[in-house]
């Protein structure tokens, strides 16, 4: 593809990007129980603040894969002599990326899949940097979706590579749904490693999502600000605070907007009513005990072959071949 072509595609699916949280945040606050999805966080102030949650102390699941990745990378490595392609669902964790690329110097391709163009070209010129005898296939789609993989990437034994925990914002069926499109993509013999976080203490879970330094909050309340910044909002941001909970029965940390006051909020020419103590729900972050996780992975008919995790048992990497 000509780079002018490329550019060109890049912009027009951009504007689908930006898109949509007009949408999903006026029909979110119509809803009984007023919510907005967790993918409109990552705005540029949004990404910004991810970034500094992952170097919190609370917020161990960063650094805890990270260990597994780092302390277990040629143990995974030796489970997959005949992978050649790396499939990355969601570009941007380039720590990640780069310990199991060093890892397996079997691999001749690395495809990253990310909806944002620019993390996209930004990630694949690193990396082509850095690993320049590493074929990189960069994707541009949503890999929500069912991907189609180019040509060279048909006949080559394939590794997704899914980390962060990221399907935990997924309900379990969505989950479900995404393993077996992730099966799909991989095709018979594939494989996929997934980071994913478990179950533990409700103290240690809470804290993760309301860490002392108020950086999680500062990230909830960017939902607001980036409303008020995109949409014409009036959100008074004194008058919401941040929650994190852990609903036991769901196995899943719930983060919420908490309305301090009975106010109105306008958007545009719409209105919403908040009573005293209302919430918005803004994300759901599931929790898998090991056991929970492999059940769901095999119900995706994919085979558990092995799992990993940090010294402290709080996160837990899974391969999963197809
Ligand atoms: C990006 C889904 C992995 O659920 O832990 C971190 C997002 N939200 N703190 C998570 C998040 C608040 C995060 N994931």
């Known amino acids: 593809v000509m780079l002018k072509d490329r550019a060109a595609a890049f912009e027009a699916i951009d504007g689908v990007e930006e898109g949509g949280f007009r ?4 029909r979110g606050l ?24 992952t170097r919190l102390e609370a917020y161990y699941p960063t650094r805890s894969e990270m260990a597994i990745f780092e302390g277990h990378g040629a143990d995974i490595a030796a489970h997959l002599p005949e992978t050649r392609a790396l499939v990355e669902f969601g570009s941007g ?13 079997q691999l001749t391709h690395y495809a990253p899949i990310d909806i944002s163009g620019e993390m996209l070209t930004r990630e694949a010129q690193a990396l082509s940097a850095d690993f320049p005898d590493l074929e990189v296939v960069p994707i541009h789609a949503d890999f929500m979706s069912p991907v189609e993989l180019p040509k060279e990437l048909r006949e ?32 018979t013999g594939g494989h996929l490693l997934i980071g994913v976080d ?11 999502y309301d860490d002392p330094e108020g950086v999680t909050a500062a990230f909830n309340l960017n939902l607001l600000a980036r409303a008020n910044r995109e949409l014409e909002a009036d959100f008074d941001l004194s008058g919401f605070a941040h929650e994190a909970r852990y609903n036991a029965d769901r196995g899943r940390i719930e983060m919420h907007l908490k309305s301090l006051k009975e106010q109105a909020v306008s958007i545009g020419a719409c209105r919403f009513d908040f009573t005293e103590g209302e919430t918005i729900h803004t994300e759901n972050s599931y929790k898998y005990a090991p056991d929970e996780f492999r059940l769901l992975a095999r119900a995706a008919r994919f085979e558990p072959v092995a799992t990993w995790t940090d010294a402290n048992e709080r996160f837990a990497v899974y391969l999963l071949q197809s």
Do not use: C, Q, W
């Open 156 to 187: 080559i034994g394939k590794l997704a590579f899914f980390p962060g925990s990221t399907i935990g914002n997924l309900e379990p069926y969505e989950a479900l749904e995404f393993l077996a499109r992730v099966r799909d993509t991989v095709g």
């Open 30 to 53: 119509a809803l009984p129980h007023k919510m907005i999805p967790s993918r409109f966080f990552y705005d540029e102030r949004g990404s910004a603040l991810f970034e500094d949650i």
């Open 93 to 105: 964790s380039s720590l990640k990326i780069r310990a199991m690329l060093k890892a397996m110097p």
């Open 23 to 26: 949408d999903a945040v006026l």
């Open 198 to 208: 478990r179950k533990k203490d409700t103290e240690t879970l809470v804290r993760a």
